[in-house]
């Protein structure tokens, strides 16, 4: 009995590399294994790319969130006050608050006062929401008190007011002007409640990263803004945050114990919830495309084997007629196939993480290109095109292509494998 020789025994391999190898003769064959290898690396890195853009988007949009805003926001139910007004106010905002610290997690509680109003510097005017909180609170912020960009120091914060880069830009103030808060409910006299107008020293501006936040923010002293809002021995909410935000739905019964019968909590997936869905869905359709794009790319490489074994069926016929099995000549196929996809793939992976790693100068040149204006953070909410890699997703970028283009190869290969070599060497 004859000895069998193993599976991709290196025979195979010298056979596949020398019919990748195309002479100029068969340059057809050359040119489609060119254009899947091509294809292959293209369909990879878009969606590397992608899903890196994908993944940055979503992690920087999370944390202007976590880094600016209340994990969870405590308010109160409406109740009648002693003197038969409806009101949501928390008098007995600092004894909730030492309750609230109370709970496993919980890392801060601010108490807050909120309010609209119009801000007015140098002519101009804005649309602002103020925050009411104390310096020591303040400076627990992460996305203000260590902002990305800031002007001033937030040291000075209880002599004046802080503000959003958006809104030094809207009134074109700096530090050390001055900006004029109008409230229409303000001072209440025998003829109605007049505007109340205060003017307050900008002391520190901060960019958060996020343009909404930047465009209508403004801080306040909690006791200057008591006054400012007549909310004089009491706060609107307290803003609480935890250690893991990603589980703060498992905490919200001990909060609501902490806080009382009549306390309403407001989560941070409360306020973002429909935008992180509609998020998911549209990273689902992205990878069912940028699959179907690397599918088309693989079947790329049926076309060149097709053309290949068409053209190498007098080799396939000697090589059978010499002893060669049906399973060796597609494993030589199949090698020719899968090495253009692993190939491609490699060169693809290479591309995409590049294209993350220098995703900031790419987009310069590009916006340079453009003449600018191309990210619009007033549309998109954060100054710039993020861009993290996950092993998770460069993995299962891989995995994709290299089963398709594994898959794909096999049809051919069994095409060839069980070509007749009497029927190959007839007309030759």
């Not at 853009?53 to 979503?58: H, I, M, P, S, T």
């Not at 109003?117 to 008190?145: C, F, K, Q, W």
């Not at 995703?359 to 710039?384: E, K, L, M």
Request: some cysteine.
């Amino acid at each position: 009995m004859a000895n069998r020789t193993a599976p991709f025994a290196p025979f195979e391999w010298m056979i596949a590399w020398r019919y990748l190898r195309a002479r100029r003769a068969e340059g057809g064959v050359s040119v489609m294994t060119w254009i899947s290898l091509i294809g292959i690396t293209l369909a990879v890195f878009a969606l590397i790319a992608t899903l890196a853009v994908r993944a940055g988007f979503r992690a920087e949009f999370v944390d202007t969130i976590l880094g600016a805003n209340a994990h969870v926001t405590v308010y109160s139910t409406v109740h009648v006050t002693e003197d038969g007004q409806t009101s949501r106010a928390i008098t007995d905002y600092r004894e909730m608050a030492e309750r609230l610290r109370a709970v496993p997690g919980v890392t801060r509680v601010a108490p807050l006062v909120r309010g609209q109003v119009m801000a007015a510097g140098r002519g101009r005017n804005a649309g602002v929401e103020v925050y009411g909180i104390s310096p020591a609170d303040l400076a627990t912020i992460p996305r203000v008190a260590d902002a990305q960009e800031s002007s001033g120091d937030i040291a000075d914060f209880p002599q004046g007011i802080a503000i959003g880069s958006g809104v030094a830009r809207e009134l074109g103030v700096g530090v050390g002007d001055r900006i004029r808060l109008i409230s229409p409910d303000g001072v209440k006299t025998p003829f109605g409640t007049s505007p109340r107008v205060n003017a307050y020293e900008v002391v520190y501006i901060f960019t958060a990263g996020r343009y909404d936040i930047d465009r209508t923010r403004a801080y306040l002293p909690f006791a200057e803004a008591q006054s400012f809002f007549n909310s004089e021995g009491a706060a609107d909410e307290l803003e609480v945050m935890v250690e893991n935000p990603e589980r703060v739905d498992d905490m919200a019964p001990a909060l609501i114990r902490a806080g009382g019968e009549r306390v309403l909590l407001w989560t941070w997936r409360d306020a973002s919830g429909s935008f992180l869905r509609a998020l998911d869905v549209e990273d689902n359709v992205m990878f069912i495309i940028l699959s179907i794009l690397v599918l088309i790319a693989a079947m790329n490489i049926v076309s060149g084997l097709i053309m290949l074994v068409k053209n190498k069926g007098r080799d396939i016929g000697i090589l059978r007629t010499m002893g060669l099995t049906e399973g060796a000549v597609l494993r030589v196929f199949f090698i020719c196939g899968a090495s253009v996809g692993l190939i491609g793939t490699g060169a693809g992976v290479v591309l995409g993480c590049l294209f993350a790693i220098y995703i900031d100068p790419i987009f310069s040149a590009v916006n340079y290109v453009a003449g600018g204006g191309v990210w619009d953070p007033s549309i998109r909410g954060i100054y710039d095109l993020p861009a993290k890699l996950q092993g998770r997703d460069v993995a299962s970028a891989v995995m994709l292509s290299l089963g398709l283009s594994f898959v794909v190869t096999i049809f051919p290969a069994r095409r060839a494998a069980r070509m007749n070599p009497v029927e190959a060497l007839r007309y030759e």
